[in-house]
């Protein structure tokens, strides 16, 4: 079978740990997510469109070119990972802003300041020093990755390009000759339904035509 390339649907299992503390932060297995403490309940092998980018860059660099039916160890560097430490995102931010929300700050708490995340570092007077790069930001990856098989169903592709692409695996999809309705159980932004509409078609040309629709709640059963 000819090695992968851009643009192929593959099935893929994986584990991601951080090179430096040889901590697992991310996998598709459920029984290392249990023994590594990890929060998540949506386990197995995962279909991702190669060139995509659905999940870290890195991976996707790192597969194509390989061999289908082969397990691989890949280092990718901070860059391809969560990104590079910016120094501009660790900032000083007067301590009365948590009172004001009640909340005081202690070094490691996650705080939401004007809706961005960031990890408190220190507190120290009337100041407090907040770190807003991703968590993982500035870490080298180390990923095992086993790839199964190439996926060449249609609606398999689909599904897996959607469940990356909405984060959920909440949809039904129903594929009549070139056209596709995906049913959703809540409504999503139109501009997310155009970008999702655009690379359904490009990526999968056998589907024309994406309709989204919304279920109805059956109440009062």
């Known amino acids: 079978m000819e090695p992968i390339k851009k643009h192929d649907f593959v099935e893929i299992e994986y584990t991601g740990k951080l090179k430096e503390e040889n901590v697992v932060f991310d996998t598709t297995d459920e029984k290392i997510a249990k023994e590594n403490n990890l929060q998540g309940q949506d386990y197995g092998p995962a279909v991702v469109c190669v060139g995509e980018e659905q999940l870290l860059k890195g991976i996707d660099k790192n597969l194509e070119g390989k061999d289908i039916g082969k397990e691989y160890d890949v280092e990718i560097k901070p860059e391809d990972a969560f990104g590079k430490k910016d120094a501009k995102l ?25 809706n961005v995340i960031g ?88 589907i024309k035509q994406v309709e989204f629709a919304v279920t109805k709640n059956e109440k009062n059963k």
Do not use: W
Request: overall charge positive; glycine content about 8%.
């Open 119 to 206: 990890t408190v570092k220190t507190v120290s007077g009337g100041r407090t020093l907040v770190d807003f790069n991703h968590p993982l930001a500035g870490k080298e990856i180390l990923y095992k990755i086993k790839i199964n098989k190439k996926v060449t169903d249609d609606k398999e592709k689909l599904s897996g390009y959607l469940k990356l692409g909405l984060g959920t695996r909440d949809f039904q999809t129903e594929i009549n000759n070139n056209d596709v309705k995906i049913s959703l159980k809540k409504e999503i932004p139109k501009e997310v339904e155009e970008r999702l509409s655009k690379k359904i078609t490009e990526l999968i040309p056998g």
């Open 90 to 114: 660790i900032q000083l931010i007067p301590t009365s802003k948590f009172k004001q929300q009640n909340i005081q700050p202690m070094p490691g708490m996650q705080v939401n300041i004007d």
